[in-house]
């Protein structure tokens, strides 16, 4: 936008109607075709209303508008178009450019407002990419943590499949990388003479521990009320 409009409108450049109606051309029909928006726009379009006046900027709108919709081979319906704009503008169609008026006191306000326009398209091309850099960075992230769960998983099966085999030993590191990985979970076998003994004195601290000594518990015995009668005495 900047090399194909604001080169154009330089600082000393012309304030006229044709100069405006070029701009008005240029960038807002631009607006309307939906390649730039609005509110980037916005500050330009005053100062064309304020040049051209609303009414003969949306004569010139309505003949872009109806140039949009005519193909480029439909060489009659251009020419027509670009009649009507010279027409608009009271310059002959035949004839060159008008030539700017040097009593013009406007010179610069174009290229001013042209200039505010491009950096807010500038602005917004910026937050847009800022936006989708974002979105890029989340996808990427979220694809390695996919990523990452997936190795973890792949990793727990292995350990799994090495802790929880049946090749005859129980896993360890030392065994590991001698082929043996079998773990005591699987299968049987006959116990080992140290881990008889284990097993036994295992079992005699359980068998102490599964019965109590027997307790005495005194209580106190309240006398009987009245007074004893020995007569009645066994």
Wanted: aromatic share 2%.
């Amino acid at each position: 936008m900047r090399t194909q409009v604001l080169d154009d409108f330089t600082s000393t450049a012309p304030t006229d109607r044709w100069q405006t109606a070029l701009a008005a051309g240029l960038i807002l029909a631009r607006r309307d075709a939906g390649i730039l928006d609005p509110d980037e726009t916005e500050t330009l379009k005053n100062t064309l209303t304020n040049i051209l006046g609303p009414d003969l900027l949306q004569t010139l709108a309505d003949i872009w508008t109806t140039a949009h919709a005519t193909g480029d081979e439909d060489g009659p319906a251009v020419m027509e178009h670009a009649r009507a704009w010279c027409q608009a503008l009271g310059a002959e169609a035949a004839a060159p450019a008008p030539t700017p008026d040097p009593s013009n006191g406007r010179k610069g306000e174009l290229a001013e407002a042209i200039g505010k326009m491009v950096s807010q398209v500038q602005a917004n091309d910026d937050a847009q990419a800022a936006a989708e850099a974002k979105v890029t960075a989340a996808r990427a992230a979220r694809a390695q943590a996919k990523a990452d769960q997936a190795a973890q998983a792949r990793q727990a099966t292995k350990t799994a499949e090495k802790v929880f085999g049946s090749d005859g030993r129980p896993f360890t590191p030392e065994n590991a990388t001698k082929g043996r990985h079998r773990s005591p979970v699987n299968g049987t076998r006959p116990p080992e003479p140290g881990e008889k003994a284990a097993a036994g004195r295992l079992a005699r601290p359980l068998r102490a521990a599964a019965y109590r000594e027997p307790t005495t518990t005194h209580t106190a015995s309240a006398a009987p009320p009245g007074r004893l009668n020995m007569r009645q005495a066994p």
